[in-house]
Nanobody
Framework: QVQLVESGGGLVQAGGSLRLSCAASGRILSSYSMGWFRQAPGKEREFVAAMRWSRGFAYYGDSVEGRFTMSRDNAKNTVYLQMNSLKSDDTAVYYC????????????????WGQGTQVTVSS
């Protein structure tokens, strides 16, 4: 079993920055991938960023490419999402996910999810 706990959400003005954290406990295997997804009110949950734990190279959704950076701390079993140049469209609940997946952008392949953290960007 894997438990994921997100933190770091909050209210920020447009153009500002936030850093989200996702602490993983339980059996995290090197074959796992970690992903960030978000869901805005009235919209479907969408892919934000993800990386394969063993490689550390991150992939990003088109809407956040160049503004968000995903990183990891192996010793802490924690991944981060540094969000810069935030826009009102980034307002959403952000979720961390983990699992062995084939397509790291496909949320249906992830079975372990955190509770989510709210990010609100005011314009």
């Amino acid at each position: 079993q894997v438990q994921l706990v997100e933190s770091g959400g909050g209210l920020v003005q447009a153009g500002g920055s936030l850093r989200l954290s996702c602490a993983a406990s339980g059996r995290i295997l090197s074959s796992y991938s970690m992903g960030w997804f978000r869901q805005a009110p009235g919209k479907e949950r969408e892919f934000v960023a993800a990386m394969r734990w063993s490689r550390g190279f991150a992939y990003y959704g088109d809407s956040v490419e160049g503004r968000f950076t995903m990183s990891r701390d192996n010793a802490k079993n924690t991944v981060y999402l540094q969000m810069n140049s935030l826009k009102s469209d980034d307002t959403a609940v952000y979720y961390c996910a983990a699992d062995r997946v084939y397509n790291i952008r496909d949320q249906s392949e992830y079975n372990y999810w955190g509770q989510g953290t709210q990010v609100t960007v005011s314009s």
